[in-house]
């Protein structure tokens, strides 16, 4: 039998957390709701800044204050824009959701709690690097390294549109 990304995820945050429930109820977070309470989000005005001389831009990520849990396995909606990692054909099938353009790629990556590995089954045809959507799907913690930097987070996306539709 095969389970769809979806189904894995939400087994997997239920099995994370006793008594998590599958919810049909849409949460809307935002990237300040990632960090953890009393924590720091990067400020805007570093955002942007890039050491063109030094090391790699992962090795210029900064620590991760941890994640939040409280959402595992629930149905969340976040803004972001797109870093695509696979496609299948024209569509993009995984990606990285960062809260700024640039993120990963042009500067450094945020801390791994402003990171967010989607997934979907159904490839989402993006206008280009770094196009804001929305993504709406299973959310969970997820310890995730890849070739761009550390990710704290995965959504299983069920549904991806422009941002602002």
């Given at each position: 039998m095969i389970l769809s990304r979806r189904a894995l995820l939400a087994s997997a945050c239920a099995l994370a957390l006793p008594g998590a429930a599958w919810s049909?109820?849409?949460?809307?977070?935002?990237?300040?709701?990632?960090?953890?309470?009393?924590?720091?989000?990067?400020?805007?005005?570093?955002?942007?800044?890039?050491?063109?001389?030094?090391?790699?831009?992962?090795?210029?990520?900064?620590?991760?204050?941890?994640?939040?849990?409280?959402?595992?396995?629930?149905?969340?909606?976040?803004?972001?824009?797109?870093?695509?990692?696979?496609?299948?054909?024209?569509?993009?099938?995984?990606?990285?959701?960062v809260p700024f353009v640039g993120a990963c790629v042009h500067v450094p990556p945020p801390p791994a709690n402003q990171l967010v590995l989607v997934t979907t089954e159904e490839p989402y045809l993006t206008e280009g690097l770094f196009e804001a959507v929305n993504v709406t799907g299973v959310f969970g913690t997820a310890s995730t390294t890849t070739q761009l930097a550390e990710i704290g987070y995965a959504l299983s996306a069920d549904r991806i549109t422009p941002f602002g539709r």
């Amino acid at each position: 039998m095969i389970l769809s990304r979806r189904a894995l995820l939400a087994s997997a945050c239920a099995l994370a957390l006793p008594g998590a429930a599958w919810s049909e109820t849409v949460v809307d977070l935002d990237w300040n709701d990632l960090v953890p309470e009393g924590q720091v989000v990067l400020p805007p005005q570093l955002q942007g800044l890039v050491d063109h001389d030094g090391a790699g831009l992962m090795s210029q990520q900064p620590e991760s204050t941890g994640v939040r849990t409280e959402w595992n396995g629930q149905t969340v909606r976040l803004p972001g824009y797109i870093v695509p990692l696979e496609y299948d054909g024209d569509g993009v099938t995984t990606f990285l959701l960062v809260p700024f353009v640039g993120a990963c790629v042009h500067v450094p990556p945020p801390p791994a709690n402003q990171l967010v590995l989607v997934t979907t089954e159904e490839p989402y045809l993006t206008e280009g690097l770094f196009e804001a959507v929305n993504v709406t799907g299973v959310f969970g913690t997820a310890s995730t390294t890849t070739q761009l930097a550390e990710i704290g987070y995965a959504l299983s996306a069920d549904r991806i549109t422009p941002f602002g539709r």
